[in-house]
């Protein structure tokens, strides 16, 4: 059974998935980099970057789990000639969890004890994630959203998106939004802003900015990023 979620002309905007998804290869790209940077017993370092890279799996989880319980069943309820394709994602989200499994007690030993060893054998497990994770995110971007367009509602979408915004603490918040938005074009900007209300949208640009600016400085030990556009 086919059925379109919007008319044959209209379809749903998606690309603020793509946004999202060069956030997660440049945070998984960066992590393995921090990780082995950070000085044999320089606990107070490995603690920071720890917490970074908790926050960063957390998000990773939030935005599988939106696309599991919200996005998967409705494109194998209405695009069935797509159907072996979106069980491919979710294998391949089952090979991204069966990686994740063993991140969490890692990430905690090299905070605790940050030898070098422990910094090597977390940065090369991160570095085996993202080799699956990056295979996902780029299959996704070319065989699923265009099926998704088609078939899922502008208001279905919506709510993938405010599912993981959902289940952030209001700490969190700017800096998963300072990590969407730092490698975002001007345009990609103001698409992932429009949908949000004014104020949002204002703090965002003002002091959310100057948050995720501080954030990225203590976790990189670089000087802040410049203002967002």
Same mark, same amino acid.
């Given at each position: 059974?086919?059925? !379109?979620?919007? =008319?044959?002309?209209?379809?749903?905007?998606?690309?603020?998935? $793509?946004?999202?998804?060069?956030?997660?290869?440049?945070?998984?790209?960066?992590?393995?980099?921090?990780?082995?940077?950070?000085?044999? %017993?320089?606990? +107070?370092?490995?603690? +920071?970057?720890?917490?970074?890279?908790?926050?960063? @799996?957390? #998000? !990773?989880?939030?935005?599988?789990? #939106?696309?599991?319980?919200? !996005?998967? =069943? !409705? /494109?194998?309820?209405?695009?069935?000639?797509?159907?072996?394709?979106?069980?491919?994602?979710?294998?391949?989200?089952?090979? $991204?969890?069966?990686?994740?499994?063993?991140?969490?007690? @890692?990430?905690?030993?090299?905070?605790?004890? =940050?030898?070098?060893?422990?910094?090597?054998?977390?940065? %090369?497990?991160?570095?085996?994630?993202?080799?699956?994770?990056?295979?996902?995110?780029?299959?996704?971007?070319?065989?699923?959203?265009?099926?998704?367009?088609?078939?899922?509602?502008?208001?279905?979408?919506?709510? /993938? %998106?405010?599912?993981?915004?959902?289940?952030?603490?209001?700490?969190?918040?700017?800096?998963?939004?300072?990590?969407?938005?730092?490698?975002?074009?001007?345009?990609?900007?103001?698409?992932?802003?429009?949908? $949000?209300?004014?104020?949002?949208?204002?703090?965002?640009?003002?002091?959310?900015?100057?948050?995720?600016?501080?954030?990225?400085?203590? $976790?990189?030990?670089?000087?802040?990023?410049?203002?967002? +556009?």
């Amino acid at each position: 059974m086919t059925n !379109l979620a919007n =008319p044959a002309d209209q379809l749903t905007d998606v690309r603020d998935m $793509v946004v999202v998804h060069k956030a997660f290869r440049r945070e998984f790209s960066l992590l393995p980099q921090l990780i082995r940077a950070v000085a044999a %017993g320089d606990v +107070r370092r490995a603690r +920071r970057v720890a917490e970074h890279a908790r926050l960063v @799996l957390q #998000g !990773l989880q939030l935005h599988h789990t #939106g696309e599991d319980e919200l !996005l998967w =069943p !409705l /494109l194998l309820e209405r695009a069935a000639p797509s159907t072996q394709l979106v069980h491919r994602m979710e294998e391949q989200h089952h090979r $991204v969890e069966r990686c994740l499994e063993a991140i969490p007690a @890692l990430v905690d030993r090299w905070a605790q004890e =940050p030898t070098k060893t422990a910094a090597d054998e977390l940065a %090369g497990t991160i570095e085996e994630l993202r080799v699956a994770l990056v295979e996902h995110l780029d299959d996704e971007e070319v065989h699923i959203l265009p099926v998704a367009a088609r078939h899922v509602s502008p208001a279905e979408w919506a709510a /993938l %998106g405010e599912h993981g915004v959902a289940r952030m603490s209001p700490r969190q918040l700017p800096i998963f939004f300072g990590m969407i938005l730092e490698d975002a074009t001007d345009e990609e900007q103001a698409m992932m802003l429009a949908s $949000v209300p004014g104020p949002v949208r204002l703090f965002t640009r003002t002091a959310g900015a100057m948050i995720y600016r501080r954030y990225v400085a203590s $976790v990189r030990a670089v000087s802040p990023a410049g203002p967002a +556009r």
